[in-house]
C-alpha cells in the first residue's frame, strides 16, 4: 500500500502550509503543481515515481498557477500540445469599467 504522507525532504517546498495535514491522496494536484515548479531532482523522481503519469500531464494541462518554464518544460516532457496548457493561455482580460463595446 502506498503512503498518504510525503517524505520529510520535501517540507521546504510546502512552507506555507501544514506539511503534516498534506495528504498524497486528498491534495495531489496541489502536490504535484508545487514539485513541479519548486522541486529539486530527488522530489520530481519522487513525484514522477508515485503519480501516474496520466495525473501528471492532467495536472499540468488544468493548472492555471505553474509558472511558464515549468509548464513548457514538462509540456516538452510529456509531448503535450502547447494549446491546451491553461497557464499557457493568453490571460483573461475584462473590459474597463466606463467602456462599452
Request: proline share 6%; net charge positive.
Amino acid at each position: 500500500m502506498k503512503t498518504k504522507k510525503l517524505p520529510s525532504f520535501f517540507k521546504p517546498y510546502f512552507w506555507d502550509v501544514d506539511f503534516s495535514r498534506l495528504d498524497l491522496s486528498k491534495n495531489p494536484e496541489f502536490i504535484i503543481k508545487r514539485t513541479l515548479d519548486r522541486g529539486n531532482t530527488e522530489s520530481l523522481k519522487w513525484i514522477v515515481d508515485y503519480y501516474p503519469k496520466e495525473k501528471i500531464k492532467k495536472t499540468i494541462l488544468m493548472s492555471r498557477d505553474l509558472s511558464q518554464k515549468t509548464a513548457n518544460f514538462w509540456a516538452d516532457v510529456y509531448n503535450l500540445d502547447r494549446t491546451k496548457i491553461l497557464c499557457l493561455q493568453k490571460p483573461y482580460s475584462p473590459i474597463q469599467f466606463g467602456l462599452s463595446s
